[in-house]
Every structure is written in structure tokens, then in C-alpha cells.
């Protein structure tokens, strides 16, 4: 080469070098937790100044009173209960239909050829359809809440499913083949191995979607529970009261997935982490 | 008694679209009890694909294959694959119980032995992405080994590992094949590796053919420093000379 280069070093640090050269206050600001606390704050403040702007956003003070009242009327546990009852049947059936039709579906391509359309059909129906369809079914009770929570969640869990059970990976499989590992042994340490993370991620999708759709179903059908509270104060133009419920059933759902499904999820990926 | 008899095998993959590739046209051999056979040849002449009809994961077109036991009862087999080939989310010794007929603890310190054969003893808790690829491919022979298969299958186990690795477990290997003496059917295209490890060498050419088929009469344990060894290795090697000018095998319509 004819052109002269300026020799440029560069130069990898070591993780202790790092560690040491980092001072603790930017250690901190740059941390997950405080990634986590900034969202939170600028949420709050949003809020806030929303609630300022526009009088039919009611802010954080007056829907913590709509709560406390709510609490303090003995509302809150029997129609929380009500609802958790509802959501826990609807997505327990969910998930283990949806396992066992999601493994039957990755593992036969005829299964494949007949459950895709209507899987694919399933998927595509809002959960305020089948409230309204079950409503108009089965009337005001648990079953419309249960079956459409069933409903919208199962084909989230069935499509996850099949696709990890289809992408197990075939030098495996040929591996258990040659050495005739029998069939129950093979699932049990090839096949759910393998779909864990499919399986979580599509229970994940069934309980947010389940959540929505218990919801939508006691909104519409009126038998009491989170839906129906949160209606109720809806209907009565009574926004502090409305916003008090939407916030414990987000919160739920928040504490639910952050605290519970991920560490269940983290748990079984330790095989990964360890390398 | 032959362990292994393949008579008129053929093999035609279907490349779609009335396009097909002949990759094993008409072979015929037997293999009797305790020997090591190689199968040499170039790349893509069909040795794996030998090796996967013989094991029942590839199906062949055409020919017969059958397997006798010493035991009666369904031939048991030993395959180290090309690559390791273990379950990610189970340890070591997971891994080699995962393969065993039965999981008594009789079976657990054997499965144990083999393990301390390719020196390994002390990774047995390990998972498989906690150990180098060396070491991943010697968990893949220990656990052949430690099925006590009537046939063990191996294709080009060492052809991914470096020089001075691939020597010190050639020489493991001849140590375990020497006290266990199972009958062995090895794949490789490193012609110096088949004479140093086998008592006979069959050689496939492209398009599926063989080529030749030689018997390898030297005392054990041989070692690659070892001057008859490198003497009749350059005589094979000058033997297999023509095969250089075939070219690799070509679909045929
Ligand atoms: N599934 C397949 N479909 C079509 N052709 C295939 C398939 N598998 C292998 N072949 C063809 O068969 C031929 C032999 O492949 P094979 O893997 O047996 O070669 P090999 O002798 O093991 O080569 P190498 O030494 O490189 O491993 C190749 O030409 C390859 O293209
Ligand atoms: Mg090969």
C-alpha cells in the first residue's frame, strides 16, 4: 500500500478496570432499577399534568380517595375475588389446552394443515367480540367472563407452543432416535426443555389478553366483579371512581407479570445464565 | 459372525422438481465383530449418509442392511455424530444417562468410567456450554462408549478440533477400542487418521462408488511416530492418488 497510515491503538478494558473507573453516583444513575424508577416518575408526572389540563383526567389525589372510599365500602375483595376466580379458571383451561394442542400441532404436520386456519381465526377475534357473544349465550353470570377469557387467551398459547415444538432441534431428535430413547423420557428431557421459553412467552400472552378479556366480559355482562365495578362508576359519570378501578387492575396485571411469570421464567433458563 | 451387512445399498435424494442425486450406488460389505473400519473419501462422496442409513436416521432407496447382537434382541448402537450433539439444559452426566437402556446405579458409575476415560471425571456437573468444544465432542465419545453398543458409529469426530487435541484422543481411542474391542465404523477423509486407528480401510470415490477396499496389518497400540506406521500411511496415500482427478459427485437426471 502507498498511502501512509496513522497507527490508531485500541485498547479493550478490562470489566475491573471499568468497575473501578466508574464513579458510584453514575453507577447508580445508570443502573436498571433506576431506569425503572424514571419510567414510573415520568408516568406520574404525565398524569399529573394531564389532570391539569383537561377536566375529565382525574389525578392521582383524587383517585387515591375514590380507592381508600372504594376500601373502605368493602368493595374492593369481593369483586376482586369475583373477578380472580373468573380469570384463573378461564386461563388455567387456556393453558393446558392450549399445551397440549399446541404439541400436537407442532408435532403432526396433518394436526398443522387443519388447526392453522382456525388457530389463525382466533387470534384475529378482539376479546370485546366474544364478550358480547358469550353474553348473549350464556346471560350474567361466571361463564361469560370464564369462556371468553378462555377463548381470547387459548390461541395465544397454542401458537407459541407449536412453534417451539417445531423448531426442536433435529440433530437432537436424531441423536434420541439412534439411541432409541423411549418416548416419555424424550419429552421430558428434549421436547419441554426446549419449548420452555415458548411455553412462557405464550402463557404470558394468555394471561394479558385473559385479563382483557374478563374485563370486557363482567363491563358487558354485569355480574359483578372489576368490570362491573368499573362500570358502574363509568355510568354514573364518576371518573375519580372509574380511574381508582382501572389503576388496581393495571396494578395487578403489573405485579403480577413482574414479580411471578418473570421469575418463573428467569428460573427456568438457569442453564443458559451459567455458562 | 458379521455384526453389519450391507448388500447392494442405494441411495437417491429427491432434489424436487424431477431432479434427483445418486449418493450411494450399489455397496455392498460386511463388517465381522470387534474390528475398526474406516470408510475414506472425499467430501460429499456419502459418508455421512452411510453412516445415517446405517444408524436408521436416513432411509435408503434400494439394498438391504441388517445388524446382528451379541445379545439377542435389537442391535444396540453407539453414534458420535460430527458434532457433539448434547442436551444444552442437562449436565454432563445428564446427558450420558439420558442414552442408557436402563438408569440402575450399576449403569451410573459405568457411565462414570467412561467419563474419567476421556478425562472429564471432574465436569460432570457441568452444562455442556460450560465446557470447550473438545471437551463437549469427548462427552459425545464417552457416551457412546458407555451404551457398550454391539456397533459404534463415527463420523469425523476430531475433524473440528485442533491438531494436538485430535492426536491425544486418537491415542484415547485406540486405548478404549483396545479393552473394550467393539466393532467400530469409523468416517473420515484423513487417510494418515484411518491407517493409524483401523484394521481396514474402505474407500468410497464420488458418486457413491467404492473404491477400494484394504486390509491394515500392523501391531497395536500404534502411535503416529511410529516409522511403520508412517510407511504404509504414504503407501496408501500414493494408492488413492487417481482419486484426485475425480470430481465430486454430480446429480444425475
Ligand atoms: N438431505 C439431503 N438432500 C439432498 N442431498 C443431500 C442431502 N444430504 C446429503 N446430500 C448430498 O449427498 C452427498 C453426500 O453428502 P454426505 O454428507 O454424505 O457427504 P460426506 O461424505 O459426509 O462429506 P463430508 O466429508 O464433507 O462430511 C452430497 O453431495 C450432498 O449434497
Ligand atoms: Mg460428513
Known amino acids: ?275 | 459372525m458379521a455384526v453389519l451387512t450391507v448388500q447392494n445399498l442405494s441411495k437417491t435424494f429427491n432434489l424436487g422438481t424431477a431432479r434427483e442425486s445418486r449418493v450411494l450406488d450399489d455397496i455392498s460389505f460386511e463388517v465381522k465383530g470387534q474390528t475398526f473400519v474406516s470408510i475414506v473419501g472425499p467430501s460429499g462422496c456419502g459418508k455421512s449418509t452411510l453412516l445415517n442409513i446405517i444408524s436408521g436416521v436416513e432411509e435408503h432407496t434400494s439394498g438391504d442392511i441388517s445388524l446382528t447382537s451379541d445379545a439377542g434382541g435389537p442391535a444396540r448402537m453407539g453414534y458420535v455424530f460430527q458434532d457433539p450433539r448434547l442436551l444444552p439444559w442437562r449436565s454432563v452426566m445428564q446427558n450420558m444417562m439420558y442414552v442408557q437402556d436402563d438408569q440402575s446405579p450399576a449403569t451410573v458409575s459405568r457411565a462414570k468410567e467412561y467419563l474419567d476415560m476421556v478425562g472429564l471425571a471432574k465436569n460432570a456437573d457441568f452444562f455442556p456450554g460450560q465446557l470447550s468444544g473438545g471437551m463437549q465432542q469427548r462427552v459425545g465419545i464417552a457416551r457412546a462408549f458407555a451404551v457398550e453398543p454391539d456397533l459404534l458409529l463415527m463420523d469425523e469426530p476430531f475433524s473440528h478440533l485442533d491438531a494436538i487435541t485430535a492426536r491425544g484422543l486418537r491415542e484415547q481411542l485406540q486405548d478404549i477400542w483396545a479393552q473394550s474391542k467393539k466393532t467400530v465404523v469409523f468416517v473420515t477423509h484423513d487417510v494418515v487418521e484411518a491407517v493409524e486407528l483401523s484394521d481396514r480401510i474402505i474407500v468410497l470415490q464420488p458418486g457413491g462408488l467404492i473404491y477400494e477396499d484394504i486390509t491394515i496389518d500392523l501391531p497395536r497400540p500404534r502411535r503416529q511416530t511410529d516409522k511403520n506406521v508412517a510407511t504404509l500411511q504414504a503407501e496408501v496415500l500414493a494408492r488413492l492418488e487417481k482419486l484426485k482427478a475425480m470430481s465430486v459427485a454430480e446429480p444425475v437426471a
Open chain 1, 1 to 275: 500500500m502507498t498511502t501512509m497510515q496513522r497507527s490508531a491503538v485500541t485498547k479493550r478494558r478490562s470489566t475491573t478496570e471499568i468497575e473501578q473507573s466508574t464513579p458510584e453516583w453514575q453507577k447508580r444513575l445508570t443502573s436498571e432499577t433506576a431506569a425503572r424508577v424514571t419510567a414510573l416518575l415520568a408516568f406520574v408526572v404525565i398524569w399529573v399534568v394531564m389532570s391539569w389540563l383537561f377536566s375529565r383526567v382525574p389525578g392521582p389525589v383524587e383517585v387515591g380517595e375514590r380507592l381508600v372510599d372504594e376500601f373502605s365500602r368493602g368493595e374492593v375483595f369481593g369483586n376482586f375475588g369475583m373477578t380472580l376466580y373468573r380469570f384463573f379458571i378461564g386461563v388455567g383451561l387456556a393453558t393446558v389446552v392450549g399445551i397440549a394442542v399446541g404439541v400436537v400441532m407442532g408435532l403432526s404436520q396433518l394436526s398443522r394443515a387443519f388447526l392453522e386456519s382456525p388457530v389463525l381465526v382466533g387470534l384475529s377475534i378482539p376479546a370485546i367480540i366474544w364478550s358480547f357473544l358469550t353474553v348473549m349465550w350464556f346471560g350474567f353470570g361466571d361463564m361469560s367472563p370464564i369462556i371468553t377469557t378462555f377463548l381470547t387467551a387459548v390461541p395465544f398459547v397454542v401458537i407459541n407452543v407449536a412453534q417451539g415444538v417445531r423448531g426442536v432441534s433435529r440433530d437432537l431428535r436424531d441423536m434420541s432416535e439412534t439411541y432409541n430413547v423411549p418416548f416419555g423420557r424424550r419429552v421430558r428431557h428434549l421436547v419441554l426443555p426446549a419449548v420452555t421459553g415458548y411455553v412462557a412467552a405464550g402463557v404470558r400472552f394468555a394471561i394479558i389478553m385473559g385479563w382483557n378479556g374478563v374485563l370486557l366480559a363482567e363491563w358487558f355482562g354485569g355480574g359483578g366483579g372489576v368490570g362491573y365495578r368499573a362500570r358502574f362508576w363509568y355510568d354514573a359519570n364518576r371518573y375519580g371512581g372509574f380511574a381508582a378501578w382501572v389503576v388496581l387492575f393495571v396494578g395487578f396485571i403489573v405485579i403480577l407479570d413482574r414479580f411471578v411469570l418473570d421469575r418463573a421464567i428467569q428460573r427456568s433458563f438457569r442453564w443458559r445464565d451459567s455458562r
